[in-house]
């Protein structure tokens, strides 16, 4: 399986804040990685897909970038509406593995 | 606007079948693959696996031996059923659809999620 590991496991920052998530694969992954934001008590919702493309009707502070098997999503501006967990997830090869996850907090 | 929702019983003894269904709204389930993810509460996301429309399916090794997908595209319904379940089966339980039709990357629409507990 491809293991999938993200950093830091929690962040906290402000509104406005410029907030950087990353996600590394275990081994090549092309760019088949995909980002979710979930909230307590809600379904994930999908933000970014092919590593970099912007889900319809995601705000565009919401970025995605690959550097081989790095990925990164940024928040650029980040909003109150924003503080939730992110999970990155992978879809080259069976079985698809998530990310532990990135809880990002209010200071 | 497409829409899903799990269903089935929220709690289920030790040693015997979770079964869930998720009902598709808004749209076919015809050309698209659907995807069961859990979520153990407190944890992280685990892919179960998939089901095209055709039946076809992919499963999460880790759990192949008693996970079987199921589709009816007659009542536009997807099933789940895991045997043997013990506590650690206890999660939230998602389905979701796959965004490109004919083929699975990422998953665009899920329903609001179903918890399932394993208690006796």
């Known amino acids: 399986d491809i293991q999938m590991t993200q950093s830091p496991p929690s962040l906290s920052a402000s509104v406005g804040d410029r907030v950087t998530i990353t996600c590394r694969a275990s081994q090549y992954i092309s760019s088949y990685l995909s980002w979710y934001q979930q909230k307590p008590g809600k379904a994930p919702k999908l933000l970014i897909y092919a590593a970099s493309n912007l889900q319809s009707g995601v705000p565009s502070r919401f970025s995605g970038s690959r550097s081989g098997t790095d990925f990164t999503l940024t928040i650029s501006g980040l909003q109150p509406e924003d503080f939730a967990s992110y999970y990155c997830?992978?879809?080259?090869?069976?079985?698809?593995?998530f990310g532990p996850g990135t809880k990002v907090e209010i200071k | 606007q497409v829409q899903l929702q799990e269903s089935g019983p929220g709690l289920v003894k030790p040693s015997e079948t979770l079964s869930l269904t998720c009902s598709v709204s808004g749209d076919s389930v015809g050309g698209y693959f659907w995807s069961w993810i859990r979520q153990p509460p407190g944890k992280g996301l685990q892919w179960i696996g998939h089901i095209y429309s055709t039946g076809r399916t992919d499963y999460n090794p880790s759990l192949e031996r008693r996970v079987t997908m199921s589709v009816d595209t007659s009542t536009n319904q997807i099933f789940l059923a895991v045997s043997s379940v013990t506590a650690a089966d206890t999660a939230v339980y998602y389905c979701?659809?796959?965004?490109?039709?004919?083929?699975?990357?990422?998953?665009?629409?899920w329903g609001q999620g179903t918890l399932v507990t394993v208690s006796s």
């Open positions: 997830q992978q879809s080259y090869s069976s079985p698809r593995t």
């Open positions: 979701a659809r796959c965004s490109l039709k004919g083929d699975c990357y990422d998953m665009d629409y």
